[in-house]
Nanobody, 126 residues
Framework: DVQLQASGGGLVQAGGSLRLSCAAS????????IGWFRQAPGKEREGVAC????????YYTDSVKGRFTISSDNAKNTVYLQMSSLKPDDTAVYYC???????????????????WGQGTKVTVSS
């Protein structure tokens, strides 16, 4: 069975940092693009960042560019989302997903993706 385990969320003050991790089992990252998504209460799901296994290319939604960095450790089957300069608007439940469509611009809008993990909650206080 494929499992994606997201972790690393928590409560942080505005301007602070968090690193989220997405650990996968049952699949090989080499064959998938991995995306991070978030959903705040009352809002639609948003694709935040994505990394493609084909060439390591990355995608970021405009609101996080320059603040978030996605990276992959294929040996550990883990993708990270380093979040810095956090804002209250970043408060949401963050999910990771894997998709065999390796084009990140498609992955971040495709619903549903092939595999989803449970979310990790990020709360940014002002």
């Amino acid at each position: 069975d494929v499992q994606l385990q997201a972790s690393g969320g928590g409560l942080v003050q505005a301007g602070g940092s968090l690193r989220l991790s997405c650990a996968a089992s049952g699949l090989t990252f080499d064959d998938y693009a991995i995306g991070w998504f978030r959903q705040a209460p009352g809002k639609e799901r948003e694709g935040v960042a994505c990394i493609s296994s084909v060439d390591g290319s990355t995608y970021y939604t405009d609101s996080v560019k320059g603040r978030f960095t996605i990276s992959s450790d294929n040996a550990k089957n883990t993708v990270y989302l380093q979040m810095s300069s956090l804002k209250p608007d970043d408060t949401a439940v963050y999910y990771c997903a894997a998709d065999s469509i390796e084009n990140c611009t498609i992955v971040v809008v495709k619903d549903p993706n092939d595999y989803w993990g449970q979310g990790t909650k990020v709360t940014v206080s002002s």
